[in-house]
Nanobody
Framework: QVQLVESGGGLVQAGGSLRLSCAAS????????MGWFRQAPGKEREFVAA????????YYAESVKGRFAISRDNAKNTVYLQMISLKPEDTAVYLC????????????????WGQGTQVTVSS
């Protein structure tokens, strides 16, 4: 089992920045690809970003390319999502996930999920 706990969410004005963290405990963190997804009220969960287990490849949704950056520190069992130039449409609960499946952008490829952290961007 892998337990994932997100932090770093909050309220920010449009154009602002936030850095989300996801701390993992349990089985070997470095074994898993890690992803960030988000879910806004009344909408389906959507892929945001992912990073492979070794950190050598990253993937992004078109809507966040150039504004968000995913990274990981396997020594700290933590994955990060740096978000800049935030927009009101980025408002959602952001969830961290770990898994070994493919495609990496599919929620079905992940076995472990955190509870989420709320990000609210005001206009």
């Amino acid at each position: 089992q892998v337990q994932l706990v997100e932090s770093g969410g909050g309220l920010v004005q449009a154009g602002g920045s936030l850095r989300l963290s996801c701390a993992a405990s349990g089985r070997t963190f470095s074994y898993y690809n890690m992803g960030w997804f988000r879910q806004a009220p009344g909408k389906e969960r959507e892929f945001v970003a992912a990073i492979t287990w070794g950190g050598d490849s990253t993937y992004y949704a078109e809507s966040v390319k150039g504004r968000f950056a995913i990274s990981r520190d396997n020594a700290k069992n933590t994955v990060y999502l740096q978000m800049i130039s935030l927009k009101p449409e980025d408002t959602a609960v952001y969830l961290c996930a770990g898994g070994r499946g493919w495609p990496i952008s599919s929620g079905g490829s992940y076995d472990y999920w955190g509870q989420g952290t709320q990000v609210t961007v005001s206009s």
